[in-house]
């Protein structure tokens, strides 16, 4: 029953907050202290049966807004928006919004917003993070460390230099900003591609991701994920990169055909790469895993103690804009 | 090129052996066993004008004083602090190292073993690799690095290069050295404990000599404390390994990221069980394209002292 997902000291005269969410206690609480919360998770229920009973017992006061912080578990689309008609306004505690219908959404004047700026230099920060531990060989060498190999086998071979090296980086929003800055700062060189140049930025724009790749040793994916960039690093992109060429991806595993990638680093026609995310998670080919020259974290680039305290701030900001009638913080519209 | 007899001490660098082989008469150290080294020696002093080693290798005064007719000692590394340069002085033999063609790559090992040792980078490849990615519900939260505070001893061509690069990340910087150097942008601390109090990271970038010797000792290492982490580029003379070790065991230091340590290539085996340090085997330097350049620096330098040019790179 909702009844039991309901703070019943916070059920005075604060509005009421549909919360989806399968971790992250520390931003119920805090949402506890502000809102009449309805929680999917406290409830100990499966998520349709909890939707069901909390659109039942919704009157008084039911939910204006939503906050989604599992994106994987629901999509806010029609069926959802009819089950809780008192919805005007969602909050996305993630970067990505490929499980709303915008379009819906906006026809229903249902406010989108996400998580923003909120993740970017953490993520930025795990970008460069990987490359270093790629070029360098930080990853594979603690590897041999540990298995007490430095004393038999001498020291390790040799990796590549960073500075001056050319990385293309694939989206200069704000983490392909964050990204391009601190690489600037060890010397590398910055290209890029997006839709359009960006006026802000002096870095050598590529229309197209194919130059970009022909003229870069690193490719790193900073990206959104949608129609157009599915798959944007293929074949002909890795082949374009070359046997020397490096990917890092810190987008969605479905920026790169993973398949792919793993022929290409077996046949030595990548020289490496450093992975975050991958098409199939928590899936991770058994290959990738016996390779060496490959550094591969569990989609962790996000999760720090700071972005999640950010993120808390971030998501209540937006709660208190919509519920004071002013416009969101990060918006996010239909194309 | 006339024939300057070179003592190579250790094969290593491939690159340099070659061309060593090729432009001089190049005699290796590691062709007679370890316990015919003296003899190996004896046998070749007259020949021997020049001698090339390693950081790790060095040059001390037993090997200075076997060979009477030593000129040169051009080292492989920038850190020098094996060679007997008192000794060296006396005698008159030149040293010279390789700084300048290092300083990114160590700069960028620096500042790579920060991000890694907060963000737990191997740490997660290991947790990936060992199947442990189920939903990451309880791997534990790391720590941003940007905007840390980064405290960095000796503000050399190193130090500065690891600050440069911590402003890009929005890390406020300060540092610890004999000299206020009065920086702009960057905060001095007359002490390295107040330095390492005012640090969330707090990285060796200073030389090895007698007054920097376990500059990072227990006070230091407590001033650091539970949520700070150590980056050690330097050497391992520069830092109290057991007292390290045991701060790090007890969690009285929050984490480190090494290159280097007190008995290379022994690395304790307390380090290796822990989950909140990376471990690096002392390749601060470890590029093709660095490793070329500093083998250049090498050969640039005998080939001064041959044609009686100024050495490219004295340190004595």
Known sequence: MASHAVDAAASGESPTLLLIRRSDAALAAALRQRYRVLDSFASGEPLPAFLAAAAAAAAPDPPRAAVIVSSSVVRVDAALLDAFPSLRCVVNTGAGVEHVDLGECARRGVAVANSGAVYSVDVADHAVGLLVAVLRRVSEAERFVRRGLWPVQGDYPLGSKLGGKRVGIIGMGRIGSLIATRLQAFGCVIYYNSRRPKDSVSYKYFPHVLDLATESDVLIVACALNKETRHIVNKDILDALGKDGIIINIGRGAHIDEAELVRALNDGRTAGAGLDVFENEPEVSAELLSMNNVVLTHHMAVFTLESKSDMCDHTIANLEAFFSGKPLLTPVLPK | MESLGVLMLDPMDDYLKQELGRRFQLLRLWDAPPDRHDDFLRANAESIRAVVTGGGSGADAALIDALPGLEIIASYSVGVDRVDLP???????????????????????????????????????????????????????????????????????????????????????????????????????????????????????????????????????????????????????????????????????????????????????????????????????????????????????????VLKKPLLTPVV
Request: one cysteine or more; charged letters at 25%.
């Open chain 2, 87 to 305: 000794r060296c002085r006396e005698r008159g033999i030149r040293v010279t190292n390789t700084p300048g063609v290092l300083t990114d790559d160590v700069a960028d090992l620096a500042v790579g073993l920060a991000i890694a040792a907060l963000r737990r980078i191997p740490q997660a490849d290991r947790y990936l690799r060992a199947g442990q990615w189920k939903d990451n519900g309880d791997y534990p939260l790391t720590t941003r690095f940007s905007g840390k505070r980064v405290g960095i001893i000796g503000l050399g061509r190193i130090g500065l290069a690891i600050a440069k690069r911590g402003e890009g990340f929005d890390c406020p910087v300060s540092y610890y050295q004999r000299r206020d150097l009065a920086h702009a942008n960057y905060t001095y601390y007359p002490t390295v404990v107040e330095l390492a109090r005012n640090s969330d990271v707090l990285v060796v970038a200073c030389s090895l000599n007698e007054q920097s010797r376990r500059i990072v000792d227990r006070e230091v290492i407590e001033a650091l404390g539970p949520r700070g982490v150590l980056v050690n580029i330097g050497r391992g003379g520069h830092v109290d390994e057991p007292e390290l070790v045991s701060a790090l065991v007890d969690g009285r230091l929050g984490g480190a990221g090494l290159d280097v340590y007190a008995d290379e290539p022994d690395v304790p085996e307390a380090l290796m069980a822990l989950d909140n340090v990376v471990l690096a085997p002392h390749m601060g330097s470890g590029s093709l394209e660095t490793r070329t350049a500093m083998a250049d620096l090498v050969l640039g330098n005998l080939e001064a002292h």
